[in-house]
Protein backbone atom coordinates (compact mmCIF):
# COMPACT_ATOMS: atom_id res chain seq x y z
CA UNK A 1 0.00 0.00 0.00
CA UNK A 2 3.04 2.27 0.77
CA UNK A 3 4.82 1.67 -2.35
CA UNK A 4 1.14 2.46 -3.99
CA UNK A 5 1.35 5.97 -2.37
CA UNK A 6 4.77 6.68 -3.26
CA UNK A 7 3.80 5.90 -6.90
CA UNK A 8 1.01 8.21 -7.02
CA UNK A 9 3.26 11.31 -6.07
CA UNK A 10 5.88 10.32 -8.30
CA UNK A 11 3.39 9.98 -10.98
CA UNK A 12 1.45 13.81 -9.53
CA UNK A 13 5.19 15.21 -10.09
CA UNK A 14 4.98 14.15 -13.65
CA UNK A 15 1.73 15.33 -14.22
CA UNK A 16 2.82 18.79 -12.52
CA UNK A 17 5.83 19.30 -14.33
CA UNK A 18 3.63 18.94 -17.24
CA UNK A 19 1.93 21.51 -16.39
CA UNK A 20 4.08 24.26 -15.46
CA UNK A 21 6.32 23.09 -18.76
CA UNK A 22 2.53 24.46 -20.59
CA UNK A 23 2.06 27.27 -18.70
CA UNK A 24 5.82 28.26 -19.66
CA UNK A 25 5.14 27.87 -23.64
CA UNK A 26 1.55 29.91 -23.63
CA UNK A 27 1.94 33.28 -22.38
CA UNK A 28 -1.23 34.50 -22.68
CA UNK A 29 -2.67 31.65 -20.47
CA UNK A 30 -0.20 33.32 -17.52
CA UNK A 31 -1.25 37.06 -18.36
CA UNK A 32 -5.45 35.70 -18.36
CA UNK A 33 -5.56 32.65 -16.14
CA UNK A 34 -2.64 33.96 -13.26
CA UNK A 35 -3.07 37.48 -14.02
CA UNK A 36 0.86 37.84 -14.63
CA UNK A 37 2.05 41.09 -16.52
CA UNK A 38 5.45 40.03 -17.30
CA UNK A 39 5.49 35.94 -18.33
CA UNK A 40 7.77 34.03 -17.44
CA UNK A 41 9.34 30.42 -18.50
CA UNK A 42 9.83 28.02 -15.15
CA UNK A 43 11.77 25.49 -17.27
CA UNK A 44 13.58 25.10 -13.81
CA UNK A 45 10.88 24.22 -11.87
CA UNK A 46 9.91 21.65 -14.33
CA UNK A 47 13.04 19.61 -14.32
CA UNK A 48 13.20 20.33 -10.38
CA UNK A 49 9.72 18.07 -10.53
CA UNK A 50 11.10 15.88 -13.33
CA UNK A 51 13.81 14.91 -10.40
CA UNK A 52 11.46 14.55 -7.73
CA UNK A 53 9.55 12.11 -9.91
CA UNK A 54 12.23 10.15 -10.11
CA UNK A 55 13.09 10.22 -6.86
CA UNK A 56 9.29 9.04 -5.48
CA UNK A 57 9.23 6.35 -8.30
CA UNK A 58 12.83 5.17 -7.22
CA UNK A 59 11.47 5.21 -3.43
CA UNK A 60 8.93 3.59 -4.25
CA UNK A 61 10.67 0.44 -6.18
CA UNK A 62 12.96 0.09 -2.77
CA UNK A 63 10.01 0.22 -0.65
CA UNK A 64 8.69 -3.12 -2.52
CA UNK A 65 12.35 -4.29 -1.81
CA UNK A 66 11.96 -3.60 2.23
CA UNK A 67 14.33 -0.63 1.62
CA UNK A 68 13.18 2.36 3.18
CA UNK A 69 15.21 5.28 3.30
CA UNK A 70 14.84 8.26 5.53
CA UNK A 71 16.61 12.10 6.12
CA UNK A 72 19.18 12.74 6.63
CA UNK A 73 20.50 12.53 3.03
CA UNK A 74 17.51 10.46 1.62
CA UNK A 75 17.45 11.50 -2.29
CA UNK A 76 21.67 10.26 -1.56
CA UNK A 77 20.87 7.12 0.40
CA UNK A 78 17.78 6.57 -2.24
CA UNK A 79 20.11 6.71 -4.69
CA UNK A 80 22.91 4.16 -3.59
CA UNK A 81 20.20 1.73 -2.71
CA UNK A 82 18.70 1.83 -6.29
CA UNK A 83 22.29 1.81 -7.96
CA UNK A 84 23.14 -1.61 -6.03
CA UNK A 85 19.35 -3.17 -7.60
CA UNK A 86 20.69 -2.49 -10.71
CA UNK A 87 24.85 -3.41 -10.16
CA UNK A 88 22.99 -6.92 -9.30
CA UNK A 89 21.41 -6.84 -12.38
CA UNK A 90 17.50 -6.93 -11.32
CA UNK A 91 17.11 -3.48 -13.16
CA UNK A 92 18.19 -2.05 -16.73
CA UNK A 93 21.41 -0.43 -16.09
CA UNK A 94 19.59 2.49 -18.38
CA UNK A 95 16.98 3.55 -15.29
CA UNK A 96 20.38 4.28 -13.07
CA UNK A 97 21.30 6.35 -16.22
CA UNK A 98 18.16 8.48 -16.21
CA UNK A 99 18.28 8.87 -12.36
CA UNK A 100 21.99 9.74 -12.20
CA UNK A 101 21.61 12.81 -15.18
CA UNK A 102 18.50 14.10 -12.85
CA UNK A 103 20.02 14.57 -10.01
CA UNK A 104 23.10 15.77 -11.54
CA UNK A 105 20.81 18.07 -13.96
CA UNK A 106 18.81 19.37 -10.74
CA UNK A 107 21.80 19.76 -8.56
CA UNK A 108 23.52 22.15 -11.39
CA UNK A 109 20.33 23.57 -13.22
CA UNK A 110 18.53 24.28 -9.96
CA UNK A 111 21.67 25.18 -7.67
CA UNK A 112 20.46 22.06 -4.98
CA UNK A 113 23.32 21.38 -2.62
CA UNK A 114 24.10 20.03 0.85
CA UNK A 115 24.93 22.27 3.63
CA UNK A 116 25.88 21.01 7.33
CA UNK A 117 26.47 17.34 5.72
CA UNK A 118 27.47 16.32 8.74
CA UNK A 119 25.37 17.84 11.42
CA UNK A 120 21.91 17.56 9.77
CA UNK A 121 22.01 16.72 6.26
CA UNK A 122 19.49 18.71 5.30
CA UNK A 123 19.68 20.86 1.37
CA UNK A 124 18.95 23.89 0.68
CA UNK A 125 17.59 25.51 -2.83
CA UNK A 126 18.52 28.24 -4.47
CA UNK A 127 17.39 29.38 -7.94
CA UNK A 128 19.80 30.08 -10.65
CA UNK A 129 18.70 31.80 -14.56
CA UNK A 130 15.70 29.86 -15.86
CA UNK A 131 16.81 26.29 -17.38
CA UNK A 132 15.77 26.06 -20.97
CA UNK A 133 13.33 24.41 -23.23
CA UNK A 134 15.49 21.32 -24.41
CA UNK A 135 16.22 19.93 -20.83
CA UNK A 136 13.09 20.27 -19.37
CA UNK A 137 11.34 18.61 -22.29
CA UNK A 138 14.22 16.07 -22.15
CA UNK A 139 13.39 15.67 -18.11
CA UNK A 140 10.10 15.09 -18.88
CA UNK A 141 10.48 12.18 -21.23
CA UNK A 142 13.05 10.39 -19.16
CA UNK A 143 10.67 10.80 -16.04
CA UNK A 144 8.04 9.39 -17.30
CA UNK A 145 10.40 6.98 -19.12
CA UNK A 146 11.38 5.85 -15.67
CA UNK A 147 7.78 6.33 -13.41
CA UNK A 148 6.81 3.89 -16.36
CA UNK A 149 9.36 0.99 -16.28
CA UNK A 150 9.67 1.17 -11.91
CA UNK A 151 5.59 1.00 -12.08
CA UNK A 152 5.18 -2.33 -13.44
CA UNK A 153 8.45 -3.33 -11.93
CA UNK A 154 6.23 -2.03 -8.53
CA UNK A 155 3.20 -3.70 -9.85
CA UNK A 156 4.41 -7.49 -10.33
CA UNK A 157 2.68 -9.49 -8.15
CA UNK A 158 5.62 -10.78 -5.84
CA UNK A 159 6.01 -7.02 -4.68
CA UNK A 160 5.78 -5.90 -1.41
CA UNK A 161 3.81 -3.26 -0.76
Not at 30 to 50: G, K, M, N, R
Not at 80 to 96: I, P
Amino acid sequence: MASTLILQRAENEIKLATIIFTISERPALQTTAFDIEQPETYYSAVIAHCYYSIFYAAKAYLHTKGVRVTAPEEHKRAFEAFRKFVESGELDVELLQIYREALVRAESLLGIFQIERKKRGEYTYRTFPQANKEPANESIEHAKTFYRNLKAVCEKPSSVS
